[in-house]
């Protein structure tokens, strides 16, 4: 079993909340989904082998927008959600995750949680820590992805 906190969209503003860092502590692994340059390298220099990301549309980056990343034999694609119009429909992050062959697409940019089962493929967005106040907690347990979004208080 492996534990992973998925967050997005913290735009400059990585709360200081003492739960969260204690999940990040106990997490087997962090996704940061964009929109936190600055956000993604404080992770990055706190927790150089635990963390996965991609920048987003405010990050000013044009690399490392997508990443294919496996965990316990699950494929998660991890994704802002920009480059597929998501603010719209999912329809098409749905198709690149189909194209991918991955189980899981995770995604930002609308700061509003969700989760989505289409068929074997699931859609994951974890809100966003600065506006929804959300974050995604995930365990993945012998080749499923069990899925809650936390709210933070």
């Given at each position: ?5 998925v ?80 603010k ?7 198709m ?12 930002g ?8 089962q ?31 979004t936390?709210?933070?208080?």
């Amino acid at each position: 079993m492996k534990n992973i906190i998925v967050i997005s969209d913290t735009h400059n503003r990585l709360p200081d909340n003492e739960i969260l860092w204690e999940a990040f502590d106990n997490a087997d692994y962090i996704f940061h989904l964009g929109d936190g340059a600055k956000e993604i390298a404080k992770l990055k220099a706190a927790y150089p082998d635990k963390l996965k990301y991609v920048y987003g549309n405010a990050d000013g980056m044009s690399t490392n927008q997508e990443e294919v990343v496996e965990v316990e034999g699950v494929k998660f694609f991890l994704a802002h959600g920009h480059n597929y119009r998501v603010k719209s429909s999912d329809i098409d992050l749905q198709m690149r995750g189909l194209e991918l062959g991955v189980d899981c697409c995770l995604f930002g940019h609308v700061h509003r949680p969700s989760i989505t089962q289409y068929g074997n493929l699931k859609l994951i967005n974890p809100g966003s820590l600065t506006y929804a106040k959300t974050y995604c907690y995930m365990s993945v347990v012998n080749g499923k992805v069990l899925a809650k979004t936390v709210e933070l208080r």
